[in-house]
């Protein structure tokens, strides 16, 4: 009897170490073969009861039918492990959509980008094309041809930064007047955005590198009131419709008649008295304008008799300042996510 005891004990610690180890239903399902199937270590035990003494074999009988209770019971316990382990493992890698989401940091166009790709698309559905030049410049392109010659006290007003005698980085856009008009005919309407270079101190209002927009329509009967139509729409489709321009009398060597251009402030509209942006004026300015002087139009072979034609140059930052009413000009250069985010 203590024999068929300490037989089963050893059975049964040899059951419960192969379920420890069991990793999956099919090594459980072997050790229950193993011992409880119909040829396993208990049931040829169960059988050896046959050769008991028949007093003994109803005890024993018992004693088997106990182990064989727990066994099972233990079974049925690592059956359920195993598949509670299966469906965490399950769960862990699906992705649980009731989760809150992390939406991902995306980038965002800067608003010189923007402002420039605005602008572009205003000109070119009205026929101009977009065109691009050299920020390293010949002083002939930027200057002489632009009728300021070597000695034009205009050249010191373009604060510029000299790489040689004669070349430099463009103070402005308008070299790109004379690159378009050298290789095409008139007609011409153009848009040169791009990067300008000038040695400013950097300030809320000056970076020593700003963006410019070049405007230029050279064609027959081309008059200032061109001009005028063309700006006021542009003001339009950038700060909304209740905008118009105005001109005030200024001076480029390479215009004549020249002008400055204001539009009305976007932010009172023109109406008060105190407006943080425009100081009460109802305008600001956007830059520079003007009919392309005559000897610009000789210098390129145009006729000034049969052409004419009118320019202007406009700061891409300015125009954002205004759009967005950003208070300090470095802000375009912070490279601040959250600036930059919150326009876009
Ligand atoms: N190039 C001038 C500037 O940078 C602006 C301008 C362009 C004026 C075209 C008239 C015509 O100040």
């Known amino acids: 009897m203590s024999d068929l005891t300490t037989k089963l ?6 059951f419960s170490a192969a379920l420890t180890a069991a990793e999956d239903e099919r090594a459980l399902e072997q050790a229950r073969v193993d011992y409880l199937g119909r040829s396993g270590e208990v049931t040829q035990v169960r059988r050896a009861i046959g050769q008991l003494p028949p007093p003994e074999r109803p005890a024993a009988g018992k004693t088997i039918n106990a182990a064989v209770a727990s066994m099972e019971a233990e079974l049925e316990a690592a059956q359920s492990r195993l598949s509670q382990r299966a469906f965490d ?6 992705i649980d959509v009731t989760f809150p989401a992390i ?9 010189v980008r923007r402002i ?3 602008v572009a698309s205003y000109f070119t559905r009205h026929g ?13 392109y930027n200057f002489d041809a632009l009728n300021i010659p070597a000695d034009h006290p205009a050249r010191e007003g373009f604060d510029s930064f000299w790489l040689t005698e004669t070349l430099l980085l463009r103070p402005h856009t308008s070299p790109m007047q004379i690159r378009t008009m050298q290789q095409h005919r008139p007609p011409v309407a153009i848009l040169a955005p ?17 963006h410019q927009i070049e405007g ?11 001009l005028k139509g063309m700006l006021t729409g542009m003001c339009r489709a950038l700060f909304g419709s209740g905008q118009n321009v105005r001109f005030r009398p200024s001076f480029f060597p390479f215009t004549e008649p020249s002008a400055e251009v204001d539009t009305t402030c976007p932010r009172c509209k023109g109406l008060a008295s105190q407006c943080g942006m425009c100081g009460g004026s109802g305008w600001i300015e956007l830059g520079g304008s003007g009919m392309v002087h005559p000897n610009v139009l000789r210098e390129v072979g145009y006729d000034p008799d049969v052409y004419a034609g009118w320019a202007f ?12 009413e950003i208070d300090d000009i470095r802000r375009y250069i912070d490279s601040d996510p959250d600036f930059l985010r919150q326009l876009a």
């Open 216 to 226: 230029l329509l050279v064609a027959q009967d081309v008059h200032f009131g061109h």
């Open 89 to 94: 493992a399950d769960l862990a890698q699906r």
């Open 128 to 140: 101009f094309a977009v065109v691009l030049g050299p920020e390293v410049e010949p002083d002939y």
């Open 103 to 111: 939406s991902p940091r995306t980038g965002a166009i800067n608003p």
């Open 9 to 14: 004990d050893d059975l049964h610690r040899r």
């Open 116 to 118: 420039t790709e605005d």
């Open 194 to 210: 791009g990067k300008c270079y000038r040695r400013d101190a950097v300030d809320a209002r000056h970076l020593f590198q700003f």
């Open 313 to 324: 140059g406009f700061g891409v930052e300015r125009l954002g300042l205004i759009r967005y």
